[in-house]
């Protein structure tokens, strides 16, 4: 690539994109308390702009790669800079665009807030970090923004911080994510060891390093040096490691439901088309450095989660915590999809479940907010968030209705909808990978087929619960009177509604090889069958119709068919596959114990050595000190006594009169003879 000086129009809008949430965050901060919201909006809304200009300069045409001097270590010249490609304005677009609807949306939502400036400044800077990682244009910049989303991510988990759970929540998805963290960094030192490099487009790209690298006699050769070729697996190991972190993968995935504490909107946000999807953007972006053993692991550990998550969403009563468990399915989807090499797949079903996502959090947010009000006003003892609680909303709240279903249809799958094209286009590329497999990958196409029967059965569950089954705590009367969530909020709804729908991202309905998305990313590495390109869209929707018609009769008809709560696999799925225990049992007793054993030893040896240490000193400066002063000082002193009273007497003999010196030596004389005579 022929380096390019960092001045173009392209680049100085690329820094326009990241920068402006940026300044909002420092603006906000600044400036008086409880203000802030029209400039995130601008701010944010321009950056949408502009990372809509870029979309329509970039995509599918030639990468745009721009580079400063960024630092020396030695001979190694680090550089800085933004790499544009259609990966990367894709992301930005849904960040950014995804970003001013949840502004919109907050503003009613969070109405009344008391640190609502924190709000919109935290907001700014958990853009900027995420803008920041989808455009840097190598690994060193990333890890920075990485943690950045790390860090801007927990302040807004915790943002209603005086509530304990929120700060816990806000503590703990801090801490998983560091875990991620440490074997993303060990990919970071892996590959620079290897190709004295970190720059994206001379390792990652089509003619990349990394690429070009051989294997010979166990070694892993590159120009500069070689090392063992089991390397190569432990630097994507490393990077899949951070990625499952963020992208919340088994077993690094007991976060992102307690992160629901936040505020809805930033739930949304969240899960929608920024930090969750870091992690498959990391995969993405690196992919070339994976070799077999690392993709076969993210197939069973994609395939896993999925279907883990999707077990555990159909327990579940918090309408939150269901969404969450959702989207942590979905996400292993798209690693699953990524590991067996149907990259186009996974990064077309990231951009379709952004929006169908965001609309359900954001769909779950208006209950929550219309019911918390109407709570407050006629002083009901209702939980906001229990589905078992709500029923009947669906004639009070018919644009919240229209906004859950059609995200829920995406989401399932169903046709006309996004997700038709995007879920059913990675189940056909499964499908098509495992026929040149054995053993137990045979099995993970058949494992995400049923997943994705979990995922009707759930999400039916969720709707019919919330909208159409008799309500539990009010009146058919009551129900009624709960009307749609003001007018931002419902807009946002109907605009992202649209994006659920085929047409948003293919003019054929039925086929997603007609997708401008997913050619924009086409690299389809095994051979097509034609006959799953039908036959499993249509088993899948015979068996959606059937689940739909099951949670129907259970849910809203309530006709003798039900799920016991004391089943024992209901009991063990509500429990999260006791995970949260275990890691408890295995970690956190652990260290808790240990940090008592540490606190005990330091309070009762080490402090104590230091008491008893000081006290000996004590004495042994008091002994000193009586010494010091009692026989050195009176020793000294006693000798300038004594000299003082010898030199007070002699002087008595210096009168300056000759007669006293004559009497004084007559006298000397007499004396003298006197005592020579009687000796």
């Known amino acids: 690539m022929e380096e390019i000086e960092f001045s173009g129009f392209v680049g100085l809008i690329s820094l326009l994109v990241i920068l402006l949430p940026l300044f909002s965050f420092l603006l906000i901060l600044a400036g008086k308390k409880g203000k802030g919201a029209n400039l995130a909006l601008i701010n944010s809304s321009i950056s949408f702009i502009l990372s809509v200009y870029l979309f329509y300069f970039i995509w599918n045409k030639q990468p745009i790669h721009y580079q400063i001097p960024w630092f020396l270590i030695g ?22 665009g995804i970003s001013v609807l949840v502004h919109i949306y907050s503003r009613s939502y969070m109405k009344g807030d008391l640190n609502i400036h924190r709000y919109w400044a935290y907001l700014g800077l958990f853009c900027f970090s995420m803008l920041g990682l989808v455009i840097s244009d190598n690994l060193l910049l990333i890890y920075l923004f990485w943690e950045l989303v790390g860090f801007s991510s927990f302040l807004l ?36 060891s290897q190709f004295r490099t970190l720059d994206i487009t001379a390792l990652f790209g089509d003619i990349g390093l990394v690429k070009a690298s051989l294997f010979d006699k166990g070694l892993w ?33 007991t976060w992102l439901p307690d992160a629901m504490e936040g505020p809805t909107a930033v739930s949304s946000l969240i899960h929608a088309a920024t930090m969750v999807a870091a992690g498959v953007f990391l995969i993405a972006r690196v992919y070339p450095v994976f070799d077999p053993f690392v ?33 942590i399915s979905q996400l292993g989807f798209m690693v699953m999809a990524l590991g067996i090499g149907a990259y186009s797949e996974s990064i077309f079903h990231l951009a379709t479940h952004a929006f169908f996502k965001c609309l359900l959090f954001l769909a779950a947010g208006s209950v929550i907010h219309q019911l918390h009000h109407y709570r407050n006003e006629y002083s009901l003892d209702l939980n906001c968030q229990d589905i078992r609680l709500m029923g009947g909303l669906r004639k009070g709240m018919p644009i919240t209705l229209i906004g859950m279903c059609l995200a829920s249809a995406a989401l399932i799958g169903l046709p006309l909808s996004s997700g038709y094209l995007s879920k059913d286009a990675i189940l056909i590329a499964a499908f098509e990978w495992a026929g040149s497999r054995n053993g137990i990958y045979k099995m993970i196409p058949y494992a995400m ?14 709707v019919f619960k ?75 929707n015979i068996g959606t119709v059937v689940l739909i018609f099951t949670a129907y009769k259970i849910y809203v008809k309530n006709d003798g068919m039900s799920i016991s709560e004391k089943n024992i696999f209901h009991r ?11 890691y408890r049992y295995l970690f956190t007793v652990p260290v808790e114990k240990f940090s008592r054993v540490c606190y005990w030893f330091d309070r009762n040896i080490i402090d104590a050595l230091v008491l008893k240490s000081a006290t000996l000193i004590n004495i042994l400066s008091a002994i000193t000190h009586w010494f010091d002063r009692i026989l050195v000082d009176g020793f000294v002193n006693a000798l300038g006594t004594c ?3 010898i030199g007070n007497f002699s002087r008595n003999f210096q009168t300056g009169k000759l007669q006293h010196y004559l009497i004084s030596m007559l006298l000397v004389v007499l004396s003298f003879f006197i005592l020579t005579y009687f000796i």
């Open 572 to 582: 063990f799925f509500k429990q999260e596959w006791y995970l949260n225990q275990l």
């Open 449 to 462: 087929v049923i997943t994705s029967w979990l995922t009707v059965f759930y999400i039916s569950r969720l």
């Open 75 to 96: 001979d190694i010249e680090f550089k800085a800079g933004v790499l544009l490609n259609n990966l990367s304005v894709l992301m930005i677009t849904l960040v950014s």
């Open 221 to 253: 050769i590159s120009a500069s040096r070689q090392m063992p070729e089991v390397w190569l697996s432990i630097a994507g190991l490393g990077f899949f490691i951070g990625a499952m972190a963020k992208s919340a993968q088994f077993p690094l995935h």
């Open 295 to 327: 993709l076969n692991s993210m197939v069973c550990i994609g395939a896993f989660t999925a279907f883990m998550a999707a077990t555990i969403a159909i327990s579940q009563n918090d309408i939150k915590r269901i969404l969450a468990y959702s989207t």
């Open 643 to 645: 000299a003082k009273w």
């Open 466 to 540: 919330v909208f159409f089954s008799a309500p539990k705590q009010m009146s058919r009367e009551q129900a009624d009177q709960i009307q749609d969530a003001p007018k931002q909020m419902s807009y946002v709804l109907l605009i992202l509604a649209f994006f659920c729908l085929f047409f948003a991202f293919s003019l054929n309905p039925l086929s997603f090889e007609s997708s401008w998305l997913w050619n924009g990313f086409s690299s389809s590495l095994f051979q097509k069958v034609k006959l799953y390109h039908w036959l499993i869209p249509m088993i899948l």
């Open 157 to 192: 988990i915790g943002f209603w911080y005086t509530k304990p759970i929120a700060s816990q929540a806000a503590k703990k998805a801090f801490i998983m994510n560091r875990i991620g963290d440490i074997g993303f960094l060990l990919g970071i030192i892996i590959i620079f």
